[in-house]
């Protein structure tokens, strides 16, 4: 991570020399979101919260927002702040790629599964698949149908959330083993 804070400050320098206003506040946007990633991966955190406000000024995407909400969903202390950015989130996804969508409904999803209300927690994890499916993140059907198949199991559903484990099962399974063979390549 510290490596790859370095590349990124080198790309930052290139890109304020940028003449065109948009693709220089792009490029600046991308850096300071993986930094921001790599600070908090690094629990550098005053550094996190540097390159979320020069995100923020540059004109957040909704996953910034998404990233946020998660943050304080995590630390169980600010319930309030999580709706309050992820709502500020779907106020924008419309404008972005639909996976921006997706990961707010994801969060929502765990957002009402910590606040016991299942059957709200449920409706955005099935909101959040249906868009997982169409952009082929296996990953996040993976993490969905987890999630989906433990919000069954809550509601007492048996059949339900069997027919969800099995299913996060099985692309578990097909996900290590491309993981496996992936690895084999270099080897």
């Known amino acids: 991570f510290k490596e790859s804070v370095k590349h990124f400050n080198k790309s ?3 890109g304020q020399k940028l003449k065109d206003l948009k693709n220089k506040n792009n490029l600046l946007y991308y850096n300071y979101a993986w930094k921001l990633d790599n600070f908090h991966e690094l629990n550098l955190i005053d550094s996190m919260y540097i390159m979320q406000n020069k995100c923020i ?3 957040p995407e909704p996953l910034l927002y998404v990233t946020i909400a998660a943050r304080h969903l995590k ?3 600010h319930l309030d702040s999580t709706e ?3 709502k500020k989130a779907l106020k924008i996804t419309d404008n972005y790629p ?3 969508k997706s990961r707010a409904y994801f969060i929502y999803g765990k957002f009402y599964t910590e606040k016991k209300d299942n059957e ?3 409706k955005y994890y099935l909101k959040a698949l249906d868009i997982f499916k ?3 993140r296996q990953s996040d059907k993976r993490d969905a149908y987890k999630s989906i198949a433990e919000t069954y199991k809550s509601l007492n559903e048996k059949e339900k959330a069997n027919e969800y484990l099995e299913k996060y099962s099985n692309i578990n399974d097909s996900i290590n083993e491309s993981e496996k ?3 084999d390549i270099p080897i």
């Open 12 to 14: 930052i320098s290139f």
């Open 57 to 59: 000024k540059l004109g």
């Open 75 to 77: 630390d169980k202390i």
């Open 84 to 86: 309050y950015y992820l």
């Open 98 to 100: 639909l996976y921006q």
């Open 120 to 122: 709200s927690a449920l």
């Open 134 to 136: 169409k952009t082929q």
């Open 181 to 183: 063979s992936s690895l």
